[in-house]
């Protein structure tokens, strides 16, 4: 099993950045695909990007791309979200997935997750 601690959260003015962290611990991430998604009061969860094995290849969700970066250092056992430009509409308790499915569709039940962290873009 891999445990999975989100960090990083907080209160963002609209266009300002942040970044997320996901640290693991359990085992050894470097040969699993790791994952964000997000979750608004209300609404469904979502899918917000996902990077392979290796770091290289990575995907995003339509409302994300351009703005979002999702890279891994697995020396430090430690996936992180880059959110820039950020918008009102990115509120939401953001995710970290560990050995989910990202490419050629999405599974959202799949794989191991924390506990989330509150990103809130408000002025």
């Known amino acids: 099993q891999v445990q999975l601690e989100e960090s990083g959260g907080g209160l963002v003015q609209p266009g300002g950045s942040l970044r997320l962290s996901c640290a693991a611990s359990?085992?050894?991430?470097?040969?699993?695909?790791m994952g964000w998604f997000r979750q608004a009061p209300e609404k469904e969860r979502e899918f917000v990007a996902g990077?392979?094995?290796?770091?290289?290849?990575?995907i995003y969700g339509d409302s994300v791309k351009g703005r979002f970066g999702i890279f891994r250092d697995d020396a430090a056992q430690t996936v992180y979200l880059q959110m820039n430009n950020l918008k009102p509409e990115d509120t939401a308790v953001y995710f970290c997935?560990?050995?989910?499915?990202?490419?050629?569709?999405?599974?959202?039940?799949?794989?191991?997750w924390g506990q989330g962290t509150q990103v809130t873009v408000s002025s």
């Open positions: 997935n560990a050995d989910g499915t990202y490419f050629d569709g999405v599974d959202y039940a799949r794989g191991y």
């Open positions: 359990g085992r050894s991430i470097s040969l699993t695909p």
């Open positions: 990077i392979n094995s290796n770091g290289a290849k990575s």
